[in-house]
């Protein structure tokens, strides 16, 4: 018999992504192209044939993870901006706690063997006191906000099924995750729109909320490799922070913006953008996630401030084109 028709190609390894069309998962799906490039794998959404499914609805995840039968799941999908979750508690804990358990019983029910890496938050946490800053996965979990509480159920749930069905979890708590594409609900992203406005004329102050606490913010690209690291390499059953391991302050990071776009125009505290927080400083540590996968962030605060700006100048840009 030819030979051509004896060799056999390999499997695929199909891993499904939840929430791939949101901020980090498009960043997830763009890495996946180029690390993947010449390997069998394949990066794909949770869709039932019929469209992209909604992680609240158990019979359509239990269809599509029928249908799909994944290696490994990103589970990203989730309702995560804070004050929506304090207008909204039943929504937000049913999107996070109750879709992650439907994708959970849509995955025992095809004898699912691969891993589940479930993306939390470092909200979990709560109020981490200063003297214990860089806070470590040792921090205990003092949840603050609805989605906070979510996330934690969800963790808990997660590590449940790994003691009652073998289920393979990792988990993963991102701190401030930043770059271009991502919604003005986030603060930088609404400093990057701001600043560009003001670089084009569009307006005359910059206005925000307090500018003197300090965060820890992580580049999208360098948080997007961590997932796939975890996936390959993290320890089954350990949590994981994910973040810079510097702390940065509002008022330094929207200094750095203005420079970076050559302008210097008025700052405006705008009471309504305040957040009520007792966490002054956030700082976190991801000497974990280094000694298990060997993950260091590498892309400066500089390139992605350059970033942020660049894409908002493109998005603005566009937007007067079509005006």
């Not at 003197?212 to 996936?231: I, N």
């Not at 009520?276 to 991801?286: D, E, K, M, T």
């Not at 500089?302 to 894409?311: A, C, M, N």
Request: hydrophobic share 40%; glycine share 6%; aromatic share 8%.
């Amino acid at each position: 018999m030819d030979k051509a028709f004896t060799h056999q190609k390999p499997v695929p390894l199909r891993i499904i992504l939840t929430g791939g069309s949101g901020f980090v998962g498009t960043y997830l799906k763009q890495l996946a192209n180029s690390l993947f490039l010449s390997k069998a794998v394949e990066i794909l959404d949770l869709d039932d044939g019929a469209g992209p499914v909604d992680i609240t609805d158990s019979k359509r995840v239990a269809a599509a993870l029928l249908n799909l039968k994944p290696d490994a799941v990103i589970h990203l999908a989730a309702q995560s901006h804070i004050p929506s979750s304090f207008e909204n508690p039943e929504n937000t804990l049913n999107v996070n706690f109750l879709g992650t358990h439907n994708i959970i019983q849509g995955l025992k029910a095809i004898n699912f063997q691969g891993r589940f890496l479930f993306v939390s938050s470092a909200h979990v946490y709560g109020l981490i006191e200063e003297k214990n800053l860089p806070g470590t996965e040792n921090e205990p979990k003092k949840p603050q906000s609805p989605y906070a509480l979510s996330k934690l159920c969800a963790e808990e749930l997660c590590l449940q099924e790994m003691r009652i069905s073998n289920l393979d979890v990792v988990i993963v708590r991102p701190f401030n995750q930043i770059g271009p594409g991502q919604s003005t609900l986030f603060v930088l992203s609404s400093f990057s729109k701001q600043v560009i406005e003001a670089q084009m004329g569009l307006r005359k102050t910059i206005e925000t909320g307090d500018l003197t606490v300090s965060r820890d913010f992580l580049d999208v690209r360098d948080a997007a490799s961590a997932y796939f690291d975890l996936l390959e390499k993290g320890c089954a059953g350990r949590a994981y922070n994910l973040c810079s391991g510097k702390e940065y302050k509002l008022s330094y990071i929207l200094e750095q913006m203005m420079h970076l776009a050559k302008i210097n125009v008025p700052i405006k505290n705008v009471s309504a953008q305040k957040r009520p927080s007792n966490q002054q400083r956030l700082v976190g540590s991801y000497e974990l996630l280094k000694q298990d996968t060997g993950w260091e962030p590498s892309i400066p605060l500089e390139d992605t401030l350059q970033s942020l700006l660049d894409d908002w100048s493109y998005r603005l840009c566009q937007k007067n084109a079509l005006l």
